[in-house]
């Protein structure tokens, strides 16, 4: 009997947030380095494994809809990640789910594969192989490189703490090979993710690491320096406005990495953002904003903002309304507060009513849609250069400097002749409406 005939197969469902993306390669590519096939459909599975999340109510009622879906289609599955903290929640609902395991339990998952379908056919390292960058869920052109797992914060709304831990940083020397493998395996784009990029190094007490034979500082700095090397677009997510972070702009200036930076602001009224324990809330963001696009003007400010936080006032609203209008911020996604079991927020007094936190959210759409649109009209005849994602019949689908994967606008190009998927080309762009451009 041949060996691909003996493979034992393994269906995957990744859910949740780049992080999770991120886990979901690693235990694939582990599972596929042992000789594991790893199957699109239910049906030819021997077993499923679905990655969870378990963030906010919706996202752990997706994880259990996705659990019953495999459990109903295949009946073997073993279920990971974020929610698989919360083993009785799962199994009360699913009791035939073979093993639950928590966020990058990386080992475990792969033991309990093991367990339940162990392999019989020999792995054979020359014929299953496994490209060196390892397995990726994104396209080939762009990829998410995780600098760190946990966080030191401790914000009210938020469990990933209790879920993921402590910052644990990746040594600086690890993370640029990594970096190294995608750019060999064809990356153009690295997403630099982590709960908090800012604070990347502090628990190795920023130690010196090595690369290519020469030192590499472990800060965010010294880390951005090494990767502007790299000679792709470098993409931060999930900065703190911290003073410190004044040292990457001007990489960014020079263009050695993306004038673009994701802070998750969530607030702008000082007494909100201390409720809410965010870190950074003593400072003066508008200011460090201002100082950041006099050296970096092309800058593109990202970021995620919650009305409606406990003891949130008519005043603390108007306040955060008064900081768009001056932040001027280009992307903008914004949530109505939601409890989240565990988190300490819910002790809070003052809870605001639902009415009241939809009409907030309405006011804050109507005022950002504004301003975005406004920037984005304002690049009309402007030269920039895109990436390709797709490309079809009459059109291709690109991304701008501004725009990360999925979370931002798009370029429309009208002649996609002669283009493929991962090249960056020089457009003129011709138009924009709220979201995005056409060139
Ligand atoms: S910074 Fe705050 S919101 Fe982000 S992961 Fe840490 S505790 Fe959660």
Redesign the pocket.
């Given at each position: 009997m041949s060996d691909s005939i003996q493979r034992k197969k393994v269906g995957f469902v990744s859910l949740g947030c780049p992080k999770a993306l991120v886990d979901s390669e690693r235990i694939l590519t582990q599972l596929r380095l042992e000789g594991y096939d790893i199957v699109p459909t239910y049906e030819n599975a021997d077993v499923v494994v679905v990655n969870t999340c378990g963030f906010i109510d919706s996202a752990k009622q997706e994880s259990l809809d996705a659990i019953g879906e495999a459990v109903r289609e295949n009946g073997k599955v073993i279920v990971t990640g974020c929610m698989g903290k919360n083993a009785e929640q799962i199994l009360s609902v699913h009791p035939q789910v073979l093993s639950v395991t928590g966020p990058h339990a990386y080992e475990e998952v792969v033991g309990a594969v093991h367990q339940f379908i162990p392999q019989t056919s020999t792995h054979n390292p020359f014929t299953d192989l496994v490209p060196p960058q390892g397995i990726k869920l994104t396209p080939r052109h762009y990829a998410y490189l995780k600098i760190s797992e946990g966080?030191?914060?401790?914000?009210s709304?938020?469990i990933?703490?209790s879920l993921r831990g402590d910052l644990v940083s990746r040594p600086v020397g690890e993370v640029l090979d990594e970096a190294q493998g995608l750019v060999d395996a064809g990356v153009r784009e690295l997403l630099v993710i982590s709960?908090?990029t800012s604070a990347y190094g502090v628990d190795l007490k920023y130690r010196t690491g090595f690369w290519q034979g020469r030192p590499v500082k472990g800060n965010m700095q010294g880390l951005c320096e090494a990767l502007a090397d790299l000679g792709i677009w470098v993409r931060l997510h999930?900065v703190?406005p911290y003073p410190h972070v004044d040292h990457v702009i001007p990489l960014m200036s020079e263009g050695s990495i993306l004038p673009y930076l994701d802070i998750?602001f969530q607030h702008a009224s000082q007494r909100i953002l201390k409720l809410m324990?965010?870190?950074a809330a003593t400072e003066n963001t508008l200011a460090r904003i201002k100082s950041w696009r006099q050296d970096c003007p092309d800058l593109t400010l990202r970021s995620t903002f919650i009305v409606g936080f406990p003891g949130e006032t008519e005043d603390d609203f108007k306040e955060l309304l008064d900081f768009l209008e001056e932040a001027q911020l280009d992307r903008v996604g914004c949530f109505q507060y939601s409890a989240v079991d565990g988190a300490s927020a819910n002790a809070l007094p003052d809870h605001v009513p639902e009415e009241v936190k939809q009409e907030r959210w309405e006011r804050f759409m109507d005022v950002q849609q504004r301003i975005s649109a406004e920037r984005l009209k304002a690049k009309i005849g402007e030269e920039m250069d895109v990436i390709v994602d797709e490309i079809e019949e009459d059109r291709a689908i690109a991304r701008s400097k501004a725009d990360a994967p999925d979370i931002d606008g798009l370029v429309y190009l009208s002649k996609p002749e002669g283009l493929e998927v991962g090249d960056l080309v020089t457009v003129t762009i011709e138009d924009a409406d709220d979201y995005d451009l056409y060139a």
């Open positions: 966080c030191n914060h401790r914000c709304f938020c990933i703490p709960q908090d999930y703190y998750p324990k965010r870190p």
